[in-house]
């Protein structure tokens, strides 16, 4: 059964911080309390909205324990690979119009 004990508090601090530091626009959901179903909504430059969520146990790679965020955009049709909260921050920064 997959679990998201890794998404835990403080990296969900970690997680709005590297947004803000990034200069983007977020909110989530306020689900802390149950990461299963919790998601950060990201408006990127461009205006785009990105939904980010935790990876499930499954899907974190043992050597890099600290990339636990995937990140999707409908509008791109794309999702990120697994990444940090300073990476995918950057990702979504940085994604060309």
Partial sequence: ????????????????????????????????????YLDYTVTDP????????????????PSSPGQIWEASCSALMTTTPILSARQVAERIKDVPA
């Avoid at 059964?1 to 626009?25: N, S």
């Avoid at 909205?49 to 990876?55: E, G, L, N, Q, V």
């Fill in 46 to 61: 461009h205006g785009r909205t990105w939904r980010i969520s935790p990876a499930t146990n499954f899907q974190i790679s």
């Fill in 1 to 36: 059964m997959a679990t998201f004990t890794h998404a835990t508090p403080e990296r969900c601090a970690q997680l709005g911080r590297a947004l803000t530091a990034a200069g983007l626009t977020w909110s989530d959901n306020g689900r802390q309390d149950d990461p299963q």
